[in-house]
C-alpha cells in the first residue's frame, strides 16, 4: 500500500488466508476497514458488543467474515473471548472507541472511556498476543496531544468529570500502550509489530452524543468511514517500522491520504509508558506473556 493522494483500498496486496481481528467492527470506522480488508481476500472475525449487529454486519460483508461477542467494558467478556480463541491471528485491530458526555462506569467501575478505549484492549491484546502473527493495530487520535494521565484519579473518583479530559486520556493511553508493547515485543525477540493508526475527522456514531455544534463541524469537515479507515488500512499492512502512528497526510492531519505522523513528546515519553503499562496490568489482571528469547551477551 503506497502513500499518495489517490490512495485507494484497492491498493491493498492480497490478504487471502490471513486472518484478521478487529473490535468494533460493525458499523462506522471499522465496519468500513472489515469491507476493504474483506475484500482483500482476508478472514475477518469482528469482535463486536452486539452480537446481532455483528452478525448482520458480516453477512452484509460476505465471503470469510464472521462476529464474535466481545465487550471491552467488561473484562470477563474480554476474557472469554481470548479463552474461546483457537488458531493464529495474522493482525488484531483494536478500533473500537466510545465517547461520553457523562461520567459512566464499566462493568469493572472504571470510567468508561478509559476502561473501553484503553484498559479492555490492553487485556485483550495481553491475552491474544501468543496468537497474533504479524502486528497490532491501535486506533489512536490527536486528542492524545491534550491528554494527561492522572495516576491518582485515572477513573474520576474524585476530580470533577469531563468528557474530552477523559477521552483525551484513553487517546494518550492508546498511543504509551502501542509504544510499550513495541519495545517489550522487542526485547522479546518477536517479530510482531505494534503500530497506532489516527483516522483523522470522522463522519461516524462516535460524536452521536456530542452537542450540535460538534456535530455540525464534523458533517461539515470530517471525511467518509473509507476515507478515515485508510490510515488504519496503512498501519495495517504497509511496510512501516514498529511503533510507527499512522494518519492522514493533509489540513493538519485531519484529512487525506495516510501517512506517517509525529505524536506528542508525553506520548513518546518511555517511562510514562512504562508506568501506564504497570498499572494497567494491576488493573486487568492481564499481563505481557510472550517469554524472553534474545540470547544472553
Known sequence: MTMNDNVTTAELPVLSGRTIVITGGSRGLGLATARALAGAGANLVLAVRDLERGRRAAADIGGRAEARELDLANLASVRTFAETWDGPIDVLINNAGISSPKLRRTLDSFELQFGTNHLGHFALTNLLLEHVTDRVVTL????????????????????????????????????????ELQRRLRQAGSPVLAEAAHPGLVTTNIYAESGALAQRFVRRLGQTPEAGALPVLYAAVAKVPGDSFAGPSRMMHMRGAPELIKRSKRASDPELASRLWTVSEQLTATHFSLVHTIPAG
Open 140 to 179: 489512536g487520535s490527536q486528542a492524545e496531544r491534550a491528554g494527561r494521565i492522572d495516576f491518582d484519579d485515572l477513573n474520576f473518583a474524585r476530580r470533577a468529570y469531563s468528557a474530552s479530559t477523559a477521552y483525551n486520556q484513553s487517546k494518550l493511553a492508546n498511543l504509551l500502550f502501542s509504544s
